[in-house]
T-cell receptor
Framework: DAGITQSPRHKVTETGTPVTLRCHQTENHRYMYWYRQDPGHGLRLIHYSYGVKDTDKGEVSDGYSVSRSKTEDFLLTLESATSSQTSVYFC???????????FGEGSRLTVL | DQQVKQNSPSLSVQEGRISILNCDYTNSMFDYFLWYKKYPAEGPTFLISISSIKDKNEDGRFTVFLNKSAKHLSLHIVPSQPGDSAVYFCAAPRPGISNFGNEKLTFGTGTRLTIIP
């Protein structure tokens, strides 16, 4: 058990509403990532964090923001959800083992 | 620009036979590669990796081969077992991998492997 949990695990929301997904780790790792998984696209990096209050964009960051006020928590926010953001979102922690990331179980988001 | 490509979305293999999953990459600066396995409703889990200084890495039933000149790697599973049915992703971290973290992985699109009993 890598000590990473995501919440909520499932959420259905309507277009235009804000949504926040939470990732919590108990491992005290510096680097954390948010990915989304979509058919035909694999996993794509949305945002990542390299420390408290230190974040940067990944390849598909438009429409998303993140925050990290504590080492253990990394939040992903959709300010105004759109149907194109219907996806499964995965958080990952990086223990510094050469790319061997530990992923959470995922948060399935449906935007109607 | 898909820098890591898995051209076979699905593969079916008889139990006990060899499964071969393929992955191609375009960025010649990539110097390390990983395979992840994903079951439904779970997060991906690390399976095996290979450094560009090697052309083969083996771990039990799993072997990864790297052909740098062709920019191609493959994962061999032998013998295949029903529990191997999953989606497999190949991935590459940013060039110049370290043990300090910040390995923003670029993933392929995945191959769904089904092992037929």
């Amino acid at each position: 058990d890598a000590g990473i949990t995501q919440s909520p695990r499932h959420k259905v929301t309507e277009t235009g509403t804000p949504v926040t997904l939470r990732c919590h780790q108990t491992e005290n790792h510096r680097y954390m990532y948010w990915y989304r998984q979509d058919p035909g696209h694999g996993l794509r990096l949305i945002h990542y964090s390299y420390g408290v209050k230190d974040t940067d964009k990944g390849e598909v960051s438009d429409g998303y923001s993140v925050s990290r006020s504590k080492t253990e928590d990394f939040l992903l926010t959709l300010e105004s959800a759109t149907s194109s953001q219907t996806s499964v979102y995965f958080c990952a922690i990086d223990p510094g083992r050469g790319g061997e990331l530990f992923f959470g179980e995922g948060s399935r988001l449906t935007v109607l | 620009d898909q820098q890591v490509k898995q051209n076979s979305p699905s593969l079916s293999v008889q139990e006990g036979r060899i499964s071969i999953l393929n992955c191609d990459y375009t960025n010649s600066m990539f110097d390390y590669f990983l395979w992840y396995k994903k079951y439904p409703a779970e997060g991906p889990t690390f399976l095996i990796s290979i450094s560009s200084i090697k052309d083969k890495n083996e771990d039990g039933r799993f072997t990864v081969f790297l052909n740098k000149s062709a920019k191609h790697l493959s994962l061999h599973i032998v013998p295949s077992q029903p529990g191997d049915s999953a989606v497999y992703f190949c991935a590459a971290p940013r060039p110049g991998i370290s043990n300090f973290g910040n390995e923003k992985l670029t993933f392929g699109t995945g191959t769904r492997l089904t092992i037929i009993p």
